[in-house]
């Protein structure tokens, strides 16, 4: 028996049996089961299973009539509101594949998305749509867009909404106003209200278990982000199995606060609610006084987050008027949480907090603390029908508990390579055992209980408030300025995010004029907010080694060392 066994929760199989149907089906029959339940929350206004599957049911065959067929890959772009839920599984009951895109991305960074996968069709809000028209129209005429499918956030909430259930004032203009359509070049935009008015019937479904579903996509260590090649069956192991550890069932209410175009919120808040029936109360981004008067209004009783969130809650003046006392299972990743955080919660609700950890290549979690025997600041045990070890990175070998090594994982979650990136995939995994293993990068140690903890990163990569920042990737926008000759990119300590982004940057002998402040707004204008570099420290050269890379990892270590003496 594996040591981590024995704080199994009891009530749980140790693996799955997983259903031999498509990601469509887990909407069609919770909407078969109960077509009259509330699926989703936005703002005060609810849709019904019912209405859910057939809003995704009109898309999917309108989706068809601008040429979508079999395989075909569809980007879908936008912060959480029941459109994006909507679109998602309209794409899959268009036996496509669904593209799921950061909105924070920027015209430059939305180019490989449309190039990369072959995408034809994107799916988008209003407030975004602008972006994708620049970032088509700059490519070259055989690789832009054809379509694109624009909604408003108004299409799905009263804006005149107030109460419990009204977005905050500040986001008034964000979420209210309507955009006109674009003017896609060699291309059309068509309105989602016209869309969803569709009234030819939908292809039938002709995907299973095997087919590609999802192309999420993930940075690395090199170069433009990689594709994840996930079928149906990886990511409805993921969702069965989330549904089945946080108790789920119908008469579940989850907060969607988590991006859902992020593979967390996709799959273990998305898929795993929609497969057990749950409601699930939808925010577009956080913010804690609304969460907290949706909590206890709509009487949530799971809540997946990042402990920022959590920590900035409890820090609210209005904490003590909100009603917590619903919640059954809280939990999440992407950072540590505090200790002291974790204990006030289960003082004052007798919550544990669960801490996961996963990767897009493992459709999210590959561990997770069992609810019922967490440990704080760890990772978790590994998943359902999941095995992962510890081995030394450069023998290979398995070492023994309690020392450090790689995390590799096995497992039905597991996706099956990056797409068009044969020597990506090549590289990201081993045979261990005569089993195949994906290689996370991450470095960690397993205690004698079977519980991962992190403790270092193989991977160069900073870890700003749960958004994975990767170096090579900024770096490859910022060499597109002009007054920059060199960057590298390295992590400085940050009080609330835990790590942000630091520039450390040589200027061209003609742009010496050129300020930090100058080169962080040309990042916000080129870049995802996350990405954007907090602090810009100029430089006369950056070190390098005999071959005449980069030594990023003096300059870390230098900044490490000047944090450690202020």
């Not at 299973?49 to 569809?74: H, I, P, S």
């Not at 459709?363 to 998943?383: R, T, Y």
Request: a negative charge.
């Amino acid at each position: 028996m594996r040591s981590h066994h024995k704080f199994w929760p009891r009530r749980l199989p140790h693996s799955l049996t997983v259903p031999s149907t498509s990601l469509w089906d887990n909407l069609a029959i919770s909407a078969q089961r109960y077509p009259d339940k509330v699926a989703l929350v936005f703002f005060g206004r609810t849709l019904t299973y019912r209405q859910l599957k057939e809003g995704a049911e009109r898309l999917a065959a309108y989706l068809v009539t601008l040429g979508v067929k079999r395989g075909d890959r569809v980007a879908l772009c936008m912060q959480n509101c029941p459109q994006l839920v909507m679109a998602h599984f309209a794409i899959l009951r268009a036996n496509a594949v669904v593209v799921p895109v950061n909105p924070m991305n920027r015209a430059e960074e939305l180019k490989h998305y449309i190039t990369d996968p072959d995408t034809k069709i994107a799916i988008t809000t209003g407030d975004l749509a602008a972006e994708w028209v620049q970032a088509s129209d700059a490519l070259p005429p055989a690789e832009r867009l054809v379509h694109l499918v624009v909604t408003q956030f108004t299409d799905a909430f009263d804006a005149g909404v107030s109460g419990d259930d009204a977005p905050p004032p500040a986001w008034a203009d964000w979420l209210g106003t309507r955009h006109p359509l674009p003017a896609l070049q060699q291309g059309q935009a068509h309105a989602w209200s016209d869309a969803i008015a569709c009234t030819s019937e939908p292809p039938a479904l002709a995907v299973g278990p095997q087919d590609l579903a999802l192309l999420p996509y993930t940075s690395g260590t090199t170069g433009l982000p990689k594709g994840c090649m996930h079928p149906h069956k990886s990511i409805m192991h993921n969702a069965v199995a989330s549904a089945l550890w946080g108790a789920g069932s119908a008469d579940n209410v989850t907060l969607a606060v988590v991006p859902m175009f992020h593979i967390t919120g996709m799959v273990s808040v998305m898929h795993a609610s929609i497969y057990s029936a749950a409601t699930i109360v939808i925010m577009p981004r956080w913010d804690r006084d609304l969460a907290g008067r949706l909590i206890s209004r709509w009487q949530v009783t799971n809540w997946t987050n990042i402990p920022t969130m959590v920590i900035d809650l409890l820090a609210s003046p209005h904490f003590a008027s909100y009603d917590l006392s619903s919640l059954v299972y809280i939990g999440g990743g992407g950072a540590a949480m505090p200790q002291a955080v974790a204990q006030r919660l289960l003082e004052q609700y007798g919550l544990r907090y669960a801490e996961g950890y996963g990767l897009t290549e493992t459709a999210a979690p590959s561990h997770s603390n069992p609810p019922d025997n967490p440990k704080q600041q760890c990772l978790g045990i590994p998943f359902m029908s999941t095995d992962a070890r510890v081995i030394d990175p450069d023998t290979l070998q398995e070492v023994p508990v309690g020392e450090q090594g790689e995390i590799i994982i096995h497992g039905p979650e597991v996706f099956e390579g990056y797409w068009k990136r044969p020597d990506a995939t090549a590289s990201a995994f081993i045979e261990f055992e005569g089993k195949r293993f994906f290689r996370s990068g991450d470095l960690g140690r397993m205690d004698e209980d079977g519980y991962f903890f992190l403790t270092d990163r193989l991977k160069r990569m900073i870890n700003a408030s749960g958004f994975k920042v990767w170096p090579a990737e900024v770096e490859a926008l910022m060499f597109r300025h002009p007054a920059i000759q060199e960057a590298c990119i390295i992590a400085a300590k940050d009080s609330y995010r835990g790590e942000t982004v630091k520039a450390v940057v040589v200027l061209r002998a003609t742009h010496k004029d050129t300020t930090e402040q100058q080169i962080i707004d040309w990042c916000r204008e080129n870049m995802a907010v996350y990405k954007v570099p907090r602090i810009v420290q100029f430089v006369p050269a950056l070190p390098k080694s005999g071959s005449g890379k980069v030594m990023w990892r003096a300059l870390q270590e230098s900044e490490l060392a000047a944090e450690a003496k202020a």
